[in-house]
């Protein structure tokens, strides 16, 4: 079975710096998505990024982009000019893209609760 | 189109009550997930439906707790018997089969079992 572990369970930036949040995972399948979600405070969470294995360019999103590191089985977050609205719950998640394989879901880590310090 | 619809948002039960829950998932989504999120902890799977088809029930859905989705479009979520420990936040997610892959949440339903 997979496991997704993010070993930090806080965080804190200073608004307009970077942050960099960290994600490592275990699985032995060589096709699957990474995804990193948003939980703001009580309301839904959302896609941030995400990434294929296949793909060995990092995936980037305007101020989010991801370090992707196939072979340490690690995918982190960095977070650029941190702005107030970035506090959140911040999950990483992996989803085989095997046909026979855990199935369609997603299992998700633990999360990381960013604040950020205006 | 708005989203992923969960109800109720919040409900407090009491211990051995039986409790349901409704998701309304964006409307061209033909799969359909439950997760169970408790605090300090990442959501945990539960079952998916594609369209009306029941395709995978996690370990952690036990005898006590039954989804459907009918006519492949919104979906229940039913506890029987509830017990303290089935508080938590429990989340509905849809997707089209064929995309790349994002889920879409709802805000989920809050149970607090007394």
């Known amino acids: 079975a997979q496991t997704v572990t993010q070993s930090q369970p806080e965080m804190s930036v200073q608004e307009a710096e970077t942050v960099t949040l960290s994600c490592t995972y275990d699985t032995s399948e060589s096709d699957y998505y990474l995804f990193w979600y948003k939980q703001p405070p009580s309301r839904q969470m959302i896609l941030v990024i995400r990434?294929?294995?296949?793909?060995?360019q990092n995936a980037t999103e305007n101020r989010f982009s991801v370090n992707f590191q196939k072979a340490a089985k690690s995918f982190s977050l960095k977070i650029s000019d941190s702005q107030l609205g970035d506090a959140a719950m911040y999950f990483c998640a992996y989803r085989s893209a095997e046909v026979v394989g855990s199935g369609d879901k997603l299992t998700f880590g633990t999360g990381t609760r960013l604040a950020v310090r205006p | 189109d708005t989203g992923v619809s969960q109800n109720p948002r919040h409900k407090i039960t009491k211990r051995g009550q039986n409790v349901t829950f409704r998701c309304d998932p964006i409307s061209e989504h033909n799969r359909l997930y439950w997760y169970r999120q408790t605090l300090g902890q990442g959501p945990e799977f539960l079952t998916y439906f594609q369209n009306e088809a029941q395709l995978e029930k996690s370990r952690l859905l036990s005898d006590r707790f039954s989804a459907e989705r009918p006519k492949g479009s919104f979906s229940t979520l039913e506890i029987q018997r509830t017990e303290q420990g089935d508080s938590a936040m429990y989340l509905c997610?849809?997707?089209?089969?064929?995309?790349?892959?994002?889920?879409?949440f709802g805000e989920g339903s809050r149970l607090t079992v007394l």
């Open positions: 997610a849809s997707r089209k089969l064929r995309d790349t892959g994002e889920l879409f």
């Open positions: 990434q294929e294995a296949y793909k060995q």
